[in-house]
């Protein structure tokens, strides 16, 4: 089965560089997907990396690194709306299916 | 534009009653469907995914059910609620895998 794992919690100061890291274990490796939900919202898709290497989006970059089985979001010029959970997700094939996996997510807190 | 629909945004009920969450889509057509549950302060737990009318996969077993009477129509039900029941509840649907679109969700408090 996939397991995935991301800090429960980071802290920031507005205007700061903070990066979430997400490790994985999985068969059948696709894709490593980004998704970001504020309090009481829905998730919103963020990224997608299927290749190794960096997508940048404006303020926010995905890393991926398929050989070491690891990611990252990197977020610049932090703000305080910002302040969101983070959550990873990988697709992978299990049983046959390509359903993505979520993390447990990242509290991400941005201080002013 | 594709928008995706979720009802009601809350819910108290008692427990051992029945559930009806209703999901339904717009702007696509023949959409991967998914049932998500999320407890406070945790992950997304995938409990039902559909890629087509009357074809529901089932990730995780419990006293949910879910059906998808029309192609951009995705129910979830139960006969008798638990408390563990309780939870935040996210439609989703996708073209393809790499990027899900979420609802605006169903907070379900079981008393």
């Known amino acids: 089965g996939q397991s995935l794992e991301q800090p429960s919690e980071v802290t920031a100061v507005e205007g700061a560089i903070v990066q979430i890291n997400c490790t994985y274990q999985t068969s059948g490796f696709y894709g490593l997907s980004w998704y970001q939900q504020h309090d009481g919202g829905a998730p919103t898709f963020l990224s997608y990396n299927a290749l190794d290497g960096l997508e940048e989006t404006g303020r926010f970059s995905s890393f991926l690194s398929r050989s070491d089985s690891y990611g990252y979001l990197l977020l610049q010029e932090l703000q305080m709306k910002d302040s969101a959970s983070y959550f990873c997700a990988v697709r992978d094939e299990t049983g046959g299916s390509y359903i993505p996996t979520f993390g447990r997510g990242t509290s991400l807190i941005v201080h002013p | 534009s594709q928008t995706i629909h979720q009802w009601p945004a809350t819910l108290v009920q008692p427990v051992g009653s029945p559930l009806s969450l209703e999901c339904t889509v717009e702007?696509?057509?023949?959409?991967?469907l998914y049932w998500y549950r999320q407890a406070a302060g945790r992950g997304l737990q995938l409990l039902f995914y559909s890629v087509g009318i009357g074809q529901i996969s089932s990730e995780v077993p419990q006293n949910l059910s879910a059906s998808r009477p029309q192609d951009r129509q995705f129910i979830l039900s139960s006969k008798k609620l638990l408390l563990s029941d309780s939870g935040f509840y996210l439609c989703a649907w996708s073209i393809g895998y790499n990027e899900q679109f979420f609802g605006p969700g169903t907070r379900l408090t079981v008393l």
């Open positions: 702007g696509t057509s023949n959409p991967n």
